[in-house]
């Protein structure tokens, strides 16, 4: 029993000394999308947020993109667990559980959750073509026309083909609307301006621009209430206020460590999230974005992980009834 004692109290120790001397060298943020992106830029801007709360670390950002975010994952999944190589991610981290029949990681096992760090509202859209003004009139020319329409989306597990599958689900439509898979937001994007496309669902950092200049025509925003706070999207109606009861999705965005870093260091790197959250200039930065910063419960280690897990429950039923996977 001394023995059992006096081992348990070293370790106690040792780790108590590692977190002390954490981090002992850069700290990475594995985005798992190319340089650019929004996910890239949320990631960037927290980074530099975290240093000073960090005591002043270097905080650097690695782009390891491809496979729909999977091999960013991996990586860290695969990384030494000692919170220098962090993942930072959005919804897909509960999407492709569905998405992938086969991953190289399991996500509720793989990783130490650390908080939440915003919510990105989104947008349905349409082109300007379009014979409709009001969110009314869009469902009911799509519910009549949905056969001979496209819906555009930035590729599998991509936020805007996540928001298509669940707003077709949700509509029940007799007739589903043909979905065209693009490599990004950018092109998907132009052809809809052009009317190659009909409808599109995305994030308010790619379509606030276009639905500003009058180049697409905006119905609804995705969140549980309206923007009301937002200058531009106050004014249009919530999914959920027009009839499609429980409909609230958001493309967030979370910090994860590989699965086994000490609780002392993760409780260091939570802190230290915590804080950047309520750095005035982080919000600013995030607000422009027209992302909102996370400041419930989901910000703890414990509710971020429940988050996860209830959307993956979510987005498993419209990802199955859609019968679109990526492997």
Not at 9 to 23: E, K, W
Not at 74 to 92: E, F, S
Request: proline share 6%.
């Amino acid at each position: 029993m001394k023995k059992i004692l006096a081992f348990a109290l070293t370790a106690a120790i040792s780790a108590g000394a590692f977190a002390q001397g954490f981090p002992s060298k850069p700290i990475t943020l594995v985005v798992p999308f190319a340089a650019g992106g929004p996910t890239d830029l949320v990631a960037r801007q927290l980074a530099e947020a975290m240093r000073k709360p960090l005591g002043g670390a270097s905080v650097v950002v690695e782009n390891a993109a491809g496979a729909g975010g999977t091999i960013g994952a991996a990586k860290v999944a695969r990384a030494a667990p000692d919170g220098h190589t962090l993942l930072v991610w959005h919804i897909g981290m509960a999407a492709t559980a569905s998405l992938y029949r086969k991953l190289p990681y399991k996500p509720l096992e793989d990783f130490e959750y650390l908080g939440m760090i915003n919510d990105v509202p989104m947008t349905l859209i349409g082109a300007p073509k379009l014979p409709a003004s009001t969110y009314r009139d869009f469902e009911n020319y799509i519910r009549a026309n949905g056969g001979k329409l496209n819906l555009a989306h930035a590729g599998l597990g991509s936020a805007s083909h996540l928001c298509g599958l669940m707003w077709q689900s949700a509509v029940k439509l007799d007739k589903a609307m043909t979905t065209i898979a693009y490599r990004g937001t950018g092109p998907a994007m132009n052809d809809l301006i052009g009317g190659q496309v009909d409808v599109m669902c995305d994030q308010t950092t790619n379509t606030t621009a276009q639905i500003e200049g009058g180049r697409v025509k905006a119905f609804a925003v995705t969140t549980a209430k309206p923007l009301s706070t937002h200058k531009l999207l106050k004014d249009y109606p919530s999914l959920q206020e027009m009839g499609l009861k429980g409909f609230n999705l958001t493309i967030w965005h979370a910090m994860y460590a590989p699965k086994g870093t000490p609780a002392d260091v993760q409780k260091k790197l939570n802190d230290a999230l915590l804080v950047a959250l309520k750095d005035p200039d982080f919000i600013k930065k995030q607000n422009e974005l027209g992302a909102i910063v996370v400041t419930d419960n989901r910000v703890t280690p414990a509710g971020h992980k429940a988050f996860v897990s209830s959307e993956i429950t979510k987005l498993k039923a419209a990802i199955d009834a859609a019968g679109e996977f990526a492997d």
